[in-house]
């Protein structure tokens, strides 16, 4: 069945350092490609999205461009803030719709001054 | 706009006792879901509803069950809660279609349940 995985956390950087949070998946059909980040104490909130192969999402300094051959949709950010301390979660879209969606483990991110 | 509303925020069950978390959207959207949140497995599929009146099963639907008499409201029903239930519980809703905001799920702040 249809599923994500995403690297092992957590991942912990020094301020201004270059960010990369892997994320493979196995899909059937073309699915939609989600990064979504939890803050601490908050729900989900959507950070980018792909929707076809070759798509690069971005938002807040993150990119990540879904790549239909390797089957993966890597974060990446070139200078990380404190602020971007979190959990990252790899998500993917069901086949059959209704937009449901299936989650990797999710990564945490802590970023030091 | 209040989005997605969770209540309560914190539960503390002992086992056996049944107990109802609230989910409230104010968006008008037509799909409501609910996902567990557990360390190392991120968000599971409970339950959804693609509107009102129609839900089904996802991918962990035992011990829970749903209801949807209006577009607004999807609350979770635990009947007889089990230890293996402590978890963070998320609902979501959203719509379907072509705009930006499409197809993306809206999450509320979640609620934390113990199951002693």
């Known amino acids: 069945g249809d599923s994500v995985t995403q690297m092992e956390g957590p991942v912990t950087l020094s301020e201004e350092a270059f960010l990369t949070i892997n994320c493979t998946y196995t899909a059937t059909g073309y699915p939609s490609l989600f990064w979504y980040v939890q803050y601490p104490g908050e729900g989900l909130q959507l950070l980018l999205k792909a929707t076809k192969a070759d798509d690069k999402g971005s938002n807040k300094g993150f990119e990540a461009t879904y790549r239909k051959e390797t089957t993966s949709f890597h974060l990446e950010k070139g200078s990380v803030q404190v602020s971007d301390s979190a959990v990252y979660f790899c998500?993917?879209?069901?086949?059959?719709?209704?937009?449901?969606?299936?989650f990797g483990a999710g990564t945490r991110l802590a970023v030091h001054p | 706009n209040a989005g997605v509303t969770q209540t309560p925020k914190f539960q503390v069950l002992k086992t056996g006792q049944s107990m109802t978390l609230q989910c409230a959207q104010d968006?008008?959207?037509?799909?409501m879901s609910w996902y567990r949140q557990d360390p190392g497995m991120g968000l599971r599929l409970i339950h959804y509803?693609?509107?009102?009146?129609?839900?089904d099963q996802g991918e962990v639907p035992n011990g829970y069950n749903v209801s949807r008499s209006t577009t607004e409201d999807f609350p979770l029903r635990l009947l007889s809660a089990a230890p293996s239930q402590t978890s963070v519980y998320f609902c979501a809703s959203s719509y379907e279609g072509r705009t930006s905001g499409a197809n993306v799920l809206t999450f509320g702040a979640g609620s934390r349940l113990t199951v002693l």
């Open positions: 509803s693609v509107g009102a009146g129609i839900t």
């Open positions: 968006m008008n959207h037509e799909y």
């Open positions: 998500a993917l879209t069901v086949s059959g719709g209704y937009n449901k969606l299936i």
